[in-house]
Nanobody, 122 residues
């Protein structure tokens, strides 16, 4: 059974920083895209950032220059370093992995963590 567990959320003041971690346990031997999403109260879940196995990264425009995604494949972890936090970054942050290959049995695999709350006060 695949399990993703986030940690590192909390409450900070504006311009503060936090580092979110996501541990991956039990994933099949597939190539995964590692993603961070967030969902604010009353809002839809939105993409924040992802990292591919080769280290290529993507960021939503609203976090560019402030958030950095990284991974530690040896320890099945990935991270989201957040600096310059703003009140509008307040949300539940979710880690997610979705498979992009290479085997047939890898198709459609998509796993979520339970979420970690980030609250930024002004």
């Amino acid at each position: 059974q695949v399990q993703l567990v986030e940690s590192g959320g909390g409450s900070v003041q504006a311009e503060g920083s936090l580092r979110l971690s996501c541990s991956i346990d039990g994933a099949e031997i597939c190539t995964y895209r590692k993603n961070w999403y967030r969902q604010a109260p009353g809002q839809e879940r939105e993409f924040v950032s992802n990292i591919l196995s080769d280290g290529t990264t993507y960021y939503a425009d609203f976090v560019k220059g402030r958030f950095t995604i990284s991974q530690d494949n040896a320890n099945n972890m990935f991270y989201l370093q957040m600096i310059g936090l703003k009140p509008e970054d307040t949300a539940t942050y979710y880690c997610n992995i979705d498979s992009i290959g290479p085997y047939t049995f890898c198709r459609g695999k998509n796993y979520w963590g339970q979420g970690t709350q980030v609250t930024v006060s002004s």
